[in-house]
C-alpha cells in the first residue's frame, strides 16, 4: 500500500532536547512538507522540499529544521530553541502536476 | 495574504440529511485552487474535493460537492446524506502558488457532529 508514515505517533521529551520527527513516504511523490497544528487552529506551515536536497522555510521555520537527502524521506528535527514546541506534527507530499497535498497520520509531541 | 474563513465551529446534522459547511476565502490571484479536508479525531487530514479557480463547474466527489460561488469568494463543501462516520473537524483550504512550490493556507475549521 502506498502512503505516509510518521512515527511515533506519540513522542514525549524534556524541555532543552531536540527531538526528531520521521515521515517518509513511498508514493513517488517530489514535494514534501511539514506543518504544525495546535488545538483549535487550523495548519500552519513548517517547511517544505520540491526536491531533494533542497528545502524552503515555511511561515513558523523558527526552531525547527529539516534534511531531504532521499526523496522518501523528510525528517524533522524540533530543537530546544523552539519556545513552545509541544503540537501535532503533520507531514505532507505531493505529487508534481497535481495540487492535493496528502497528509500522514500525524505525530503528537509533549515537551515538559 | 491569502485568507480563508470559516465562522461555524460547530455544526449538527442528523443522520440521512444534506449539511453545508461554509468557507471564504480572501485572494488577490487569479490562479487559486480551494480544497476540503476531514479530520476525524485521530488526528489525520484526509482530502475530500479540489476546485480550481478556473473550472467552470463545481467539484463533486460522491457525497461531496463543492459550492463555488466565485465572486462570493466562497467555497462551500456539502454533503449529501450525512453517516455517522462524518463526524469530525472539516478544514477548508487555498492553495499559494501556481507551479511549483504551492504551499496551503488552512481555515480554523468546523466540527461536524452527525447524529442517529
Known amino acids: 500500500d502506498g502512503g505516509i508514515t510518521q512515527s511515533p505517533k506519540y513522542l514525549f521529551r524534556k524541555e532543552g532536547q531536540n527531538v526528531t520527527l520521521s515521515c517518509e513516504q513511498n508514493l513517488n511523490h517530489d514535494a514534501m512538507y511539514w506543518y504544525r497544528q495546535d488545538p483549535g487552529q487550523g495548519l500552519r506551515l513548517i517547511y517544505y522540499s520540491q526536491i531533494v536536497n533542497d528545502f524552503q522555510k515555511g511561515d513558523i521555520a523558527e526552531g525547527y529544521s529539516v534534511s531531504r537527502e532521499k526523496k522518501e524521506s523528510f525528517p524533522l528535527t524540533v530543537t530546544s530553541a523552539q519556545k513552545n514546541p509541544t503540537a501535532f506534527y503533520l507531514c505532507a507530499s505531493r505529487e508534481g502536476g497535481r495540487s492535493e497535498q496528502y497528509f500522514g497520520p500525524g505525530t503528537r509531541l509533549t515537551v515538559t | 495574504a491569502q485568507k480563508i474563513t470559516q465562522t461555524q465551529p460547530g455544526m449538527f446534522v442528523q443522520e440521512k440529511e444534506a449539511v453545508t459547511l461554509d468557507c471564504t476565502y480572501d485572494t488577490s490571484d487569479q490562479s487559486y485552487g480551494l480544497f476540503w479536508y476531514k479530520q476525524p479525531s485521530s488526528g489525520e487530514m484526509i482530502f475530500l474535493i479540489y476546485?480550481?479557480?478556473?473550472?467552470?463547474q463545481n467539484a463533486t466527489e460522491g457525497r461531496y460537492s463543492l459550492n463555488f460561488q466565485k465572486a462570493r469568494k466562497s467555497a462551500n463543501l456539502v454533503i449529501s446524506a450525512s453517516q455517522l462516520g462524518d463526524s469530525a473537524m472539516y478544514f477548508c483550504?487555498?492553495?499559494?502558488?501556481?507551479?511549483?512550490?504551492?504551499?496551503?493556507?488552512f481555515g480554523t475549521g468546523t466540527r461536524l457532529l452527525v447524529s442517529p
Open positions: 476546485q480550481g479557480s478556473y473550472d467552470e
Open positions: 483550504a487555498m492553495r499559494e502558488g501556481d507551479t511549483g512550490f504551492q504551499k496551503l493556507v
